[in-house]
């Protein structure tokens, strides 16, 4: 490790812990409340595609780590070095210069607006220690680690102990705990823009519920298919996102969002003459849960490290998709194929983001001007009966002129 590859962001704050303790659960809440969190397992994973590093790769531990694809067998990988010291040191020395070169241009765009996290089981070894002004580290005791591991990977308890082991001797030989170990108290700020960013999920969901199971009501679905519909419409875009993004799906993390969807279709219920009956409430909680959820698709991937272009595409894929998932299940012609605008309001919401950004704005700003930007587009269409222009078929009069 050279000293030309470490820049430390005291705005920085690294998240540690061995396998099963519980880390990546602390990731999503912090990713829920809007902070930017850099997984290295995944950019790891990511890092290790370029032919460069498969070659090294294969010179170090032979082409029996590869499949009949050509992929990397990254458990027979993990059998490998996680059961001799040496042949992880050698993994370890062609991979964390790679992360921490990726890391070192993720924190400096981060880092500029407020605090940021790194998620990382081998903080010490790899380096990174010295790149992060505090350190985060999660525990939980043996037992419920291997059962948390056995139940979520399907391992076996040698390699689920064998894992645990050589990642626990790597936490306690730090060598800097009195520097690290410093309780965090977030400004005041901060915690205003964790409120705004957690409120911002739990509303967006909440719309987007209520537009789906509006929407059955229409079409005389029972409770079971209103609740299905909410949920999809809900959830639907985000699990496109994660599933693109080769994330856990958010949804499968905790129970909530099943449970603030049966809260919507109770509202539903109560509210039915008020929330059925009127056309435009479709409009205002398909609006809402539209900008809302561009903001957190924008705000997830950007977290995990990848750059804004595509940060933009999983935002209007998590505002729209649960929107067509909707219409597709209820027969409707999608809504973002329509004349009406739509996925443009997201991508205005997704520039508009960015340039904040520029700017200086936090994340909450971000995010609120995003979401502003989005609906006022939306109630300009309504308004003014703004559509994009139509691909229209060549008539047939057009085309005996052209012949003759």
Not at 141 to 149: A, F, L, N
Not at 233 to 242: E, K, N, P, V
Not at 382 to 400: G, M
Request: one cysteine or more; proline letters at 4%.
């Amino acid at each position: 490790m050279t000293t030309t590859d470490i820049i430390r962001q005291s705005n920085l704050i690294a998240l540690t812990g061995g396998i099963g303790s519980g880390k990546s659960v602390v990731q999503r809440i912090l990713t829920a409340l809007g902070y930017p969190v850099y997984d290295c397992d995944s950019r790891a994973r990511a890092l290790m595609a370029p032919p460069a590093i498969t070659a090294s790769l294969a010179d170090a531990f032979g082409y029996g780590i590869f499949d009949s694809r050509g992929s990397l067998d990254r458990r027979g990988l993990a059998s490998i070095v996680f059961s001799d010291p040496d042949s992880l040191d050698r993994l370890n020395s062609i991979t964390h210069a790679a992360v921490r070169a990726d890391l070192n241009r993720w924190a400096s765009g981060h880092c500029r607006h407020g605090i940021a996290f790194v998620e990382t089981a081998i903080l010490y070894q790899s380096g990174i220690d010295k790149m992060v002004g505090r350190v985060w580290e999660v525990t939980a005791p043996r037992d419920i680690r291997i059962s948390r591991i056995s139940i979520r990977n399907g391992w076996t308890t040698g390699e689920i102990t064998a894992r645990i082991d050589i990642q626990d001797s790597f936490i306690a030989t730090d060598p800097y705990p009195a520097a690290h170990r410093k309780p965090y108290r977030p400004e005041q700020s901060t915690l205003m823009e964790e409120t705004f960013l957690f409120v911002t999920e739990v509303i967006g969901t909440v719309a987007a519920a209520i537009s789906g199971i509006r929407l059955a009501a229409t079409k005389r679905f029972d409770w079971f298919g209103a609740y299905t519909i909410g949920l999809v419409t809900a959830c639907g875009g985000g699990t496109l996102r994660d599933v693109l993004l080769d994330i856990p799906v958010f949804w499968m993390q905790t129970w909530w969002y099943l449970a603030v969807t049966a809260l919507s279709l109770v509202t539903v219920m109560v509210f039915r003459s008020f929330l059925v009956s009127r056309d435009r409430i479709l409009f205002i909680f398909d609006s809402i849960g539209l900008a809302l959820f561009c903001v957190i698709g924008i705000q997830k991937s950007l977290a995990i490290g990848y750059p804004m272009w595509v940060a933009s595409c999983m935002g209007i894929i998590t505002g729209a998709f649960g929107g067509v998932l909707r219409d597709l299940l209820i027969n409707e012609e999608p809504l973002i194929f329509r004349k009406d605008i739509y996925a443009t309001a997201c991508l205005a919401g997704c520039i508009s983001y960015w340039l904040a950004g520029e700017m200086g704005a936090s994340y909450m700003w971000q995010g609120l001007t995003c979401a502003i930007v989005i609906i006022g587009i939306r109630i300009l269409t309504l308004r003014y009966n703004l559509s994009l222009p139509t691909l229209a078929p060549v008539k047939p009069e057009e085309l005996n002129k052209r012949h003759h």
